[in-house]
């Protein structure tokens, strides 16, 4: 069963006035939400108030939606055009602050990289593999918005090229192309490091 096969009950119940339906919808996804509004606006500060802003509005748009796409897809639009606002509204760009490095969720990339690479390992390849997890990191970081949204889609969240090109509102051609350069801009930058490395075996 798909997460929209397991969410269309829970939709219905919302449009027929059922509050506690939609609560269970904002648990099944507010962590991946804020992981994404996280990663637009890089300060862990914001993120809770545009967070509640994005699920206040999808509660109100919720009769509208016809299920032509996954609830998360839809939902993800929401996240992106609240966060888009939010730093309008506050006429800034977005920054990377210190609580938002100290901040990072646990299920985020680096995290999950840090896990992968270091288990079993010793703490020279420990120490290595937390290097690079820090560096694909920072890479992604100095990406431009579009970019760094597409490849956080694709590579974090796991959506489809038709979901992103949904999301981001623009055509699939768009997106496969941000996100060949968003992997060509983290490879380019992720090269001298991982060359030192190599080097350092022999």
């Keep these: 069963m798909t997460a929209t096969d397991v969410d269309a009950p829970l939709i219905e119940r919302v449009k027929n006035g059922d509050v506690k339906a939609f609560e269970m919808l904002v648990v099944k996804y507010q962590r991946r939400i804020e992981r994404l509004i996280g990663r637009m606006v890089r300060d862990v500060d914001l993120v809770p108030d545009i967070a509640q802003e994005t699920f206040i509005r999808a509660y109100r748009a919720i009769p509208q939606f016809r299920g032509d796409s996954a609830f998360y897809t839809w939902l993800y639009r929401i996240a992106v055009n ?38 079993g390992e010793t703490p020279e390849a420990m120490l290595a593999s937390k290097e690079i997890a820090t560096a694909v990191n920072a890479s992604i970081e100095a990406l431009s918005e579009d970019l760094r949204q597409a490849i956080t889609l694709r590579e974090i969240e796991g959506l489809s090229y038709e979901e992103i090109a949904e999301v981001m509102n623009c055509p699939i ?30």
């Design 82 to 119: 609240t966060a888009k606002k939010a730093l309008v509204d506050l006429k800034r760009d977005p920054i990377v602050t210190e609580s938002a490095r100290m901040g990072r969720d646990d299920d985020d990339e680096t995290s999950r990289v840090e896990t992968e690479l270091s288990h």
């Design 173 to 202: 051609g768009t997106v496969r192309s941000r996100i060949f350069r968003a992997r060509e801009a983290i490879a380019l930058r992720l090269r001298p490091l991982l060359d030192t490395r190599e080097g350092e075996r022999w």
